[in-house]
């Protein structure tokens, strides 16, 4: 079946550190990948996506790439700031058995601290 | 352009009851999605509708219905509601649905079963 793992919580860090939020799929057939971030009291929000393979995804100073052969879609950013604090959901989109939906995974709380 | 507008935002009520939840995607939009957000099992997918047809679903028993109005705008129903049903539940709409394409969500409607 189809499904997106990512990293345990909740990561802490200082601001300006390195981040990397780990993400690895299964998947039949090629799905496209997400990033979404949902701040406390909002709805989700896409962070960034990559649709195929070794296609890079950037936003805000976020990356992430998508490696076909490790099946993984890691979350880094070089230097982050308190604004970044927040819940980060990794995903993926895959046309399967006549269906596309959003599967997510279970998220991974980043707290910033000054 | 507007968001997605969901409504209501809170409520509140209790084991028995029905509740209507509403969604309003952006305009232009076609698919509505519906995912339920719980700190126990995370977001999970409910269904989506284009063009007020429903294409994809779930696995949520049939309390939970949903619809879509020629105009896109949808409403989820839960009947018989269960203390298990507290949850956010999330609208999300795309343009058409496809895999590359990115999910809007809405701020969620905050539902508490007493």
């Known amino acids: 079946g189809n499904s997106v793992t990512q990293m345990e919580g909740p990561v802490t860090l200082s601001e300006e550190a390195f981040l990397t939020i780990n993400c690895t799929y299964t998947?039949?057939?090629?799905?496209?990948l997400f990033w979404y971030v949902q701040y406390p009291g909002e709805g989700l929000q896409l962070l960034l996506k990559a649709t195929k393979a070794d296609d890079k995804g950037s936003n805000k100073g976020f990356e992430a790439t998508y490696r076909k052969e490790t099946t993984s879609f890691h979350l880094e950013k070089g230097s982050v700031q308190v604004s970044d604090s927040a819940v980060y959901f990794c995903a993926l989109r895959v046309f399967s058995g006549g269906y596309n939906k959003l599967i997510f995974g279970a998220g991974t709380r980043l707290a910033v601290h000054p | 352009k507007a968001g997605v507008t969901q409504t209501p935002r809170y409520l509140i009520k209790t084991r028995g009851q029905q509740v209507t939840l509403s969604c309003s995607p952006i305009s232009g939009h076609r698919s509505v999605s519906w995912y339920q957000q719980t700190p126990g099992q995370g977001l999970q997918f409910l269904f989506e509708?284009?063009?007020?047809?429903?294409?994809n679903k779930g696995n949520f028993p049939g309390r939970f219905s949903g619809r879509q109005f020629s105009n896109s705008r949808s409403e989820m129903n839960v009947s018989t509601l269960e203390l298990g049903d507290s949850a956010l539940y999330l609208c999300?709409?795309?343009?058409?649905?496809?895999?590359?394409?990115?999910?809007?969500f809405g701020e969620g409607s905050r539902l508490t079963v007493l």
């Open positions: 509708y284009f063009s007020e047809t429903q294409r």
């Open positions: 998947a039949t057939g090629y799905p496209s």
């Open positions: 999300a709409s795309s343009v058409s649905g496809e895999v590359t394409g990115e999910l809007f």
